[in-house]
């Protein structure tokens, strides 16, 4: 293939990203995202000024398994996995809706270049709301304790290194729940269903036989965080979901990032097939 459609698929690709990003990050339908996104950091926020007003002391062990508790179990289960539903169900659903998605398709623009434009938007959209999230819970649950108790952590103590593999994670849910809900806003009218088939599925996972867990997202997710989750801990103050958490057999670094990567592939290969033969009735929605 010459040089040429190349240069030209990319200068596309990135025109649809630079629009659909704008779409995505200013949407005012999409402002329960942010406040879903951002409610660890505040929650945290509240917890640090707590004993910063009572001047007790904290425990760095202990607050490094609550953000791990959180971060497993709120932020990569609800946030991150609702935020995904909403951002990427609408790339293509919301333009149905909307009556918009003619445009693209009357323009000059393969249809498998409009998935992978919209899939980047999406995808760094995401990454972005949830990434900044992440950071801004990390500093603000540790927030409370001595500067120089933080700095020995931050630097000493693998802080800084569990909030950059907390990032990746971050990265891959929304790449891993973004290519299945890309795929799921193409194939189904109603999203309902396979937000609540994928919720289910993911919230089984752990105890379902360990051939059928590599067969979710949560699995690779979970084998790939830092700090593991002592149930026993969360148990005690009476949080049975806490054995959501539970991994007993992970999955390998490598085996994990390449699993996600290979099923994200497959499914925007799928999408992309599934939009070429899409044809347009406004009527029927």
């Avoid at 904290?58 to 932020?75: R, S």
Wanted: aromatic share 14%.
């Amino acid at each position: 293939m010459s040089a040429l459609p190349w240069s030209l698929w990319r200068s596309q690709v990135r025109a649809i990203l630079r629009l659909e990003l704008k779409k995505t990050l200013l949407a005012k339908r999409g402002l329960w995202i942010y406040l879903l996104a951002f409610a660890p950091a505040a929650i945290f926020t509240a917890y640090s000024i707590v004993p910063m007003k009572l001047g007790r002391a904290g425990d760095i062990g202990n607050d490094t398994h609550v953000f791990a508790g959180v971060f497993q179990l709120f932020f990569l289960r609800l946030a991150v996995f609702f935020g995904c539903v909403g951002i990427f169900m609408n790339l293509f659903r919301g333009e149905v809706l909307d009556k918009s998605l003619h445009y693209y398709f009357l323009a000059p623009v393969k249809r498998q270049v409009l998935v992978a434009g919209k899939f980047l938007s999406g995808l760094l959209a995401s990454s972005l709301i949830f990434g900044t999230s992440a950071i801004l819970a990390f500093f603000a649950l540790y927030w409370h304790f001595d500067s120089n108790v933080r700095q020995d952590y931050f630097y000493h103590g693998h802080g800084l290194e569990h909030l950059a593999i907390y990032l990746g994670v971050t990265f891959l849910a929304c790449l891993g729940y973004g290519g299945v809900f890309l795929t799921a806003g193409v194939l189904f009218r109603n999203p309902l269903y396979p937000t609540v088939i994928m919720l289910v599925w993911e919230g089984i996972n752990g105890f379902v036989p360990q051939t059928l867990q590599h067969f979710s997202v949560i699995f690779y997710l979970k084998s790939l965080c830092p700090v593991s989750v002592p149930a026993e801990i969360f148990m005690d103050r009476g949080n049975p979901l806490a054995l959501l958490s539970v991994n007993p057999t992970p999955a390998a670094t490598l085996t994990a990032i390449l699993g996600l990567l290979v099923v994200v592939l497959a499914l925007l290969a799928f999408t992309g097939r599934q939009v070429r033969r899409m044809e347009i009735d406004y009527g029927t929605e």
